[in-house]
C-alpha cells in the first residue's frame, strides 16, 4: 500500500520517542500515516540522549561469542573492568546470563552476525536520507572509527570478533605506526596498531538528532502526547485504548518501541521477553585544553569508546547489570582516567556524567516486527549497543509492515516469540 491507499482516520500510536520511536514517527509519517507519539519524559532523555553516537556498521558481531564465559570472572573481578552485576540484581540476572551463554555457541554466532548486518550495513545513507534538508544534516558525519591497539600482536588476539566482522561485509584498512600517528596525532604513543573501519561514521549529538527529527515530526502535523503509559487495555480480546497518567487514549495501530522499558507492556499483551537494562555511562569533557581526537578511537582493551561531539569529547562504555538501581558514578572516574590514558595531551575541562539504560535481549537481537498474538500491534526495542545505528533500518521496515508493503529485510530472527 502506498501513501495515498493509507486508509483516512487510520492513526497509529506510538509509545517511546528515543531514537527508534522518532525515526518510525517520521518514516510512517512521510508514507501518509497519523501518527501520535507518547513519551513520558521530551523526546530523547532516555538511551538516546547519551550515547556514543557513532553509526556502528561494524556492529554485527554479537556480545556471546565462544569463550566468554572463560573471560567473565576475571572482568567482574577487575574494579576498572568494563563489566559489573550490581549485587541486588544477581538472582534476576541468571536465566538471562544463562540464555547470553546459549547465545554463544557457533551456529548462532553466524545467525545472529548475519541478522545484525541487514540492520546496520545502510546506517549512513539512512540518516542522511532522514536529515536531508533539515537542521541534523550538519549533525551526520561521515568518517572511519579507529580501533586501536597497543600492537599488532593485541590486534591478532582480537581475531575471533574480527573474523565475525569479516565474513558480515565490514571492511577495514590496517594502519601502523606512522601511519596511525599521522591519522590521529592526539593519541597516545603507546598506541601503534589501529585497524580503521570503513562504511561507518557518526554524529556529533545524538540527542539533538533525535530532537531536531521530532521537530520535523511536529511541523508536519505529527501528534506528541506527554504522558506515562501505564496499562493497555482490552476490548473483544484486542488491545483498544491506553490508560495514560493525562487520559485514556483509544488505539487503532500501536507501536511498541519503550527501550528498555518495553518488557513490561509486552507482558501485558501475553508476549514475555528476557528485557534486561544494560546500563552503561559516558563522560563527555567540555573547555579542556590540549588536543582532542579527530576521529572516533574504539579501544577494545577498555571496551570504551571516545567521540568528538559538538559539546566536548565524549567517552563512553561500561556494562553494568543493575535494572533500575540508582546510577554508581564511580564508573565516571573510570572512563575519566581511560580519556586521559587514550589522549594523554588533554587536560582540565568540564565534565559531564551520565548514565543509560541501554535495553538488552541475551541474543543481541532486538524484536522488530507484528505482534504473534495481536494484528494491530508492532514491537521495535531491544537494540542494546546498536539502537542508534539501526534505527533508520528499523523505523524502515516498521513503516513498510504498517504500509502493507514487503519489508526489505527478513525480519524472522526479530521475532518476539523467539524465546
Ligand atoms: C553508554 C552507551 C553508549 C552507546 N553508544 C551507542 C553508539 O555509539 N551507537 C549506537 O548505535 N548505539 C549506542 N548505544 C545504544 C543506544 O543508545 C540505544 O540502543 C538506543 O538509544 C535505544 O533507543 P530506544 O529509542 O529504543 O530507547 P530510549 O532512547 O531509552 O527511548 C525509550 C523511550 O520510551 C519512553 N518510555 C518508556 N516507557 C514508557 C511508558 N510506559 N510511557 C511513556 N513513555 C515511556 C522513555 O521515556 C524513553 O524516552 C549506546 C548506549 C549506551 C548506554
Excluded at 546470563?97 to 545467525?111: C, I, N, P, T
Excluded at 559539546?311 to 554508581?328: H, K, N, S, T, W
Amino acid at each position: 500500500m502506498n501513501a495515498a491507499t493509507v486508509s483516512p482516520g487510520s492513526r497509529t500510536t506510538i509509545i517511546g520517542a528515543g531514537i527508534i520511536g522518532v525515526v518510525i514517527a517520521r518514516q510512517l509519517q512521510k508514507r501518509g500515516h497519523c501518527v501520535t507519539l507518547i513519551d513520558r519524559n521530551e523526546p530523547a532523555e532516555g538511551c538516546s540522549r547519551g550515547n556514543a553516537g557513532i553509526l556502528a556498521a561494524y556492529g554485527v558481531a554479537p556480545l556471546s561469542l565462544p569463550g566468554i564465559l572463560k573471560k567473565v570472572p576475571g572482568m567482574l573481578l577487575d574494579p576498572m573492568g568494563p563489566l559489573s552485576i550490581r549485587r541486588q540484581h544477581l538472582f534476576n540476572m541468571v536465566p538471562w546470563l544463562w540464555r547470553f551463554w546459549r547465545a554463544s555457541e557457533a551456529g548462532s554466532v553466524e545467525r545472529i552476525a548475519a541478522a545484525l548486518e541487514t540492520l546496520l550495513e545502510s546506517t549512513v545513507s539512512g540518516y542522511k536520507a532522514l536529515t536531508r534538508n533539515t537542521a541534523a544534516e550538519s549533525l551526520i558525519k561521515d568518517s572511519p572509527v579507529l580501533c586501536v591497539y597497543e600492537n599488532q600482536y593485541a590486534y591478532e588476539k582480537d581475531q575471533l570478533v574480527w573474523r565475525v566482522r569479516e565474513r558480515h561485509g565490514v571492511r577495514w584498512n590496517l594502519l601502523k605506526n606512522s601511519e596511525l600517528r599521522d591519522m590521529e596525532p592526539a593519541l597516545a604513543e603507546r598506541y601503534q596498531f589501529a585497524a580503521a573501519l570503513e562504511n561507518c561514521g557518526f554524529t556529533l549529538n545524538p540527542q539533538r538528532l533525535a530532537q531536531v527529527l521530532f521537530k520535523e515530526f511536529i511541523r508536519d502535523g505529527g501528534q506528541f502526547l506527554r504522558s506515562d503509559v501505564r496499562d493497555i487495555a482490552m476490548e473483544n480480546g484486542k488491545p483498544a485504548y491506553l490508560h495514560t497518567s493525562a487520559c485514556r487514549h483509544s488505539i487503532q495501530k500501536l507501536v511498541i518501541a519503550c527501550g528498555a522499558w518495553s518488557g513490561q507492556l509486552a507482558q501485558r499483551l501475553q508476549e514475555p521477553v528476557p528485557l534486561q537494562q544494560e546500563r552503561g555511562y559516558h563522560v563527555t569533557l567540555c573547555d579542556f585544553e590540549g588536543r582532542g581526537p579527530r576521529y572516533p578511537i574504539m579501544s577494545p582493551s577498555q571496551k570504551v569508546i571516545a567521540t568528538p561531539m559538538e559539546m566536548g569529547l565524549r567517552i563512553a562504555g561500561m556494562v553494568e547489570f543493575g535494572g533500575f538501581l540508582p546510577p554508581d558514578y564511580r564508573r565516571s572516574t573510570i572512563l575519566r582516567s581511560h580519556l586521559t590514558g587514550l589522549f594523554p595531551g588533554i587536560q582540565g575541562g568540564n565534565i559531564m556524567q551520565w548514565m543509560g539504560h541501554r535495553p538488552s535481549l541475551p541474543d543481541s537481537l532486538p524484536v522488530i516486527g507484528r505482534s504473534s498474538r495481536h494484528a494491530s500491534v508492532f514491537y521495535a526495542f531491544g537494540h542494546q549497543h546498536v539502537g542508534l545505528t539501526a534505527a533508520p533500518m528499523t523505523g524502515k521496515v516498521i513503516a513498510d509492515l504498517l504500509s502493507g508493503d514487503r519489508p526489505s529485510i527478513d525480519l524472522s530472527p526479530f521475532r518476539i516469540d523467539r524465546f
